[in-house]
T-cell receptor, first 114, second 116 residues
Framework: AQSVTQPDIHITVSEGASLELRCNYS??????LFWYVQSPGQGLQLLLK??????LVQGIKGFEAEFKRSQSSFNLRKPSVHWSDAAEYFC????????????FGTGTRLQVTL | DAGVIQSPRHEVTEMGQEVTLRCKPI?????LFWYRQTMMRGLELLIY????????DSGMPEDRFSAKMPNASFSTLKIQPSEPRDSAVYFC??????????????FGPGTRLTVT
């Protein structure tokens, strides 16, 4: 069975600082990987996804993520955080070829201080 | 495009009452998903449909929960009878499969259900 672990429940960073949110997955092969963001009172929005190829993927809002097979990780990064990035971030894994059923991590809440 | 539409946005009901949540997926999407989000359990997939047919309902917590998709543009999630532990935010999402699919799930704004 596929699973996702986001070890950090809550992270606080200063505006302008760099950010890295951790995600580790468990799957028998290379899965499809996703990062979603949820602003308060809103649904989830896709930031980026990885299917194959280049292990560094670029997403919206200046985010990027790197797939590391050896570490079963798909960490999300941003070089300079803006106050508007404060939200909850979810990593998700899906079976390759279909991704019909996604398994989400428990989320990391990001707080940005000015 | 209007995106995924859910109604109502907020629902407060008393224990034992029937609750119906509604979802209109993005036009042309062939997959529809129902999720439940709580502080304790996070985001859980309840059930999903492909071309209006339920594919996997293993996440439905118990027989009090039922979901239907009578056509490609409408789905309901019903709880009967409701209990306080059903209080959560319920999300509907839709996606498009097929050649060139991005596999992205588009989420609605959610329905916040409170059962007293």
């Amino acid at each position: 069975a596929q699973s996702v672990t986001q070890p950090d429940i809550h992270i606080t960073v200063s505006e302008g600082a760099s950010l890295e949110l951790r995600c580790n997955y468990s799957y028998g092969a290379t899965p499809y990987l996703f990062w979603y963001v949820q602003s308060p009172g809103q649904g989830l929005q896709l930031l980026l996804k990885y299917f194959s190829g280049d292990t560094l993927v670029q997403g919206i809002k200046g985010f990027e993520a790197e797939f590391k097979r050896s570490q079963s990780s798909f960490n999300l990064r941003k070089p300079s955080v803006h106050w508007s990035d404060a939200a909850e971030y979810f990593c998700a894994v899906g079976a390759p070829g279909t991704a019909s059923k996604l398994t989400f991590g428990t989320g990391t809440r990001l707080q940005v201080t000015l | 495009d209007a995106g995924v539409i859910q109604s109502p946005r907020h629902e407060v009901t008393e224990m034992g009452q029937e609750v119906t949540l509604r979802c209109k997926p993005i036009s042309g999407h062939d997959y529809l998903f129902w999720y439940r989000q709580t502080m304790m359990r996070g985001l859980e997939l309840l059930i999903y449909f492909n071309n209006n047919v339920p594919i996997d309902d293993s996440g439905m917590p118990e027989d009090r929960f039922s979901a239907k998709m009578p056509n490609a543009s409408f789905s309901t999630l019903k709880i009967q009878p409701s209990e306080p532990r059903d209080s959560a935010v319920y999300f509907c999402a839709s996606s498009l499969r097929g050649a060139g699919s991005s596999y992205e799930q588009y989420f609605g704004p959610g329905t916040r259900l409170t059962v007293t």
